[in-house]
């Protein structure tokens, strides 16, 4: 995600040495229209979950290199301003980013022509025609794929919180049902209004009545793996990034919406418990299925995202590959800084790593393999966890709870410098590429 920057202007100083004449008054038209193609840009980068800043500075930089330098550019979570001082008198556009968030194809695909309107100047008209296809694409996949995606979603997350064995078929019944919620609530409007607190409720209620009688195992250890998609841990680490990175209005207004989110979710499982009548805490020690267990839940959590946020063909091999470093960096992060901590090596491994293995013509954009790798490394099941448990009166919920803060902070750090190792790594690669190239030709003359 925040790598992304730095190879969009790596393509701006490409275009600089092969850039073309133009016709003056198709030159007059592409400048007139720049603004606009900036913000539908912004709007779908944000969409796609990019933070702020790095938004900002991919505008800023694309802005340049369509000879727009003036133009002023502001980036808010929801909106993108763009203020032309070349217009009298002078005008600020605002473009909305409101539209639900891209699915992994639509990110890879919006992220290729950012990198080919770099490359080759595409058409401002030509460059908003094509975002208002990728935005409309539908999934290729169908409600039927995209419902067993979410189904294997569920499975795989709750294989990484390691339950016991009578939990797996609990976790395929309720990724079924939170699925065909999440679909047809998608198409509802009035029910898209209070979906995460309806699922978390309705989640609750059916675990607490039916399920739990059989399955002695901790109720929201059974709940927080089917929410996946409505928990704001991506929203929440952005937020703690774009607050690390001195973006104080976007950071804060993104972290009161995860916030707020999180707090939904913990109401309607805390509904759900009141009108069931249950604890959410277990009288029974669960017997763990053991250290296996989170490796294939990797596995099933990449072909469930695959299949369920419909990523690009091909990469399914490649989003197993950013599942597994995330999650063996959190490993070793746990042993050598603790828990705690451990996001903060996750986030740090990863982006290097996912950014040099991106440089492969085989792989998908970075940010489909980063988005896919941030889902492990978000604490978004933890603050449900630790909302839920304060609201019921659970002892401890605030531990949990300071926990996950602390854990975000951490994360974000880790981002925001494996985005700065990765491009160092780029620098000096392609200091390292100029230096030889001299050497290559001098060879070939000889």
């Known amino acids: 995600m925040a790598d992304l920057t730095g190879r969009l202007r790596g393509a701006v100083g490409a275009l600089r040495k092969s850039s073309t004449p133009v016709p003056a008054a198709e030159a007059g038209d592409t400048v007139a229209r720049v603004p606009d193609m900036i913000g539908e840009i912004g709007a779908a980068l944000l969409v796609s979950e990019q933070a702020t800043s790095d938004v900002e500075s991919t505008l800023i930089d694309l802005a340049n290199a369509y000879g727009r330098p003036e133009l002023r550019i502001f980036v808010l979570p929801t909106v993108v301003l763009i203020e032309d001082p070349g217009t009298t008198p002078l005008q600020t556009a605002m473009l909305p980013a409101t539209k639900d968030d891209l699915r992994l194809d639509q990110a890879g695909a919006v992220e290729q022509l950012v990198r080919t309107a770099f490359q080759e100047r595409t058409p401002p008209d030509e460059v908003v025609a094509q975002i208002a296809k990728i935005s409309a694409e539908p999934s290729r996949f169908g409600p039927v794929l995209t419902v067993l995606g979410y189904t294997l979603l569920t499975i795989g997350f709750g294989l990484v919180l390691n339950p016991t064995a009578t939990a797996l078929p609990v976790y395929v019944a309720l990724g079924l049902l939170v699925g065909i919620?999440?679909?047809?609530?998608?198409?509802?409007?009035?029910?898209?209004?209070?979906?995460?607190?309806?699922?978390?409720?309705?989640?609750?209620?059916?675990?607490?009545?039916?399920?739990?009688?059989?399955?002695?195992?901790?109720?929201?250890?059974?709940?927080?793996?089917?929410?996946?998609?409505?928990?704001?841990?991506?929203?929440?680490?952005?937020?703690?990034?774009?607050?690390t990175s001195g973006q104080v209005m976007a950071g804060a207004s993104r972290m009161v919406f995860g916030i707020a989110r999180l707090g939904l979710l913990a109401f309607g499982v805390y509904a759900g418990l009141q009108v069931a009548g249950e604890s959410a805490a277990t009288t029974h020690t669960p017997v763990q299925l053991g250290a296996w267990a989170p490796w294939v839940g990797i596995l099933l959590v990449s072909i469930g995202y695959f299949l369920f946020s419909a990523a690009p063909k091909r990469s399914l091999p490649w989003l197993l590959f950013a599942l597994v470093v995330a999650y063996s960096a959190q490993l070793l992060g746990n042993l050598w800084v603790g828990a705690e901590l451990s996001g903060l090596i996750g986030a740090l491994v990863v982006i290097p790593v996912v950014t040099l293995a991106g440089r492969l013509r085989s792989a998908p954009s970075l940010a489909v393999m980063l988005t896919c790798a941030y889902w492990l490394l978000v604490p978004g099941a933890m603050g449900f966890m630790g909302l839920s448990e304060a609201a019921s009166g659970k002892a401890g919920a605030t531990g949990t709870i300071l926990q996950t803060f602390g854990s975000l902070i951490a994360i974000s750090i880790g981002m925001v410098l494996g985005a700065g190792l990765s491009r160092d790594i780029s620098s000096l690669a392609h200091g390292w590429q100029a230096g030889a190239e001299p050497d290559r030709k001098k060879s070939h003359d000889r």
């Open 181 to 243: 919620i999440v679909q047809v609530g998608s198409h509802v409007k009035t029910l898209s209004l209070i979906l995460p607190v309806f699922t978390a409720f309705a989640v609750t209620i059916v675990i607490a009545l039916v399920v739990k009688p059989i399955v002695h195992d901790d109720v929201l250890r059974l709940v927080a793996p089917s929410l996946v998609s409505f928990l704001p841990g991506m929203t929440l680490t952005v937020a703690a990034v774009e607050l």
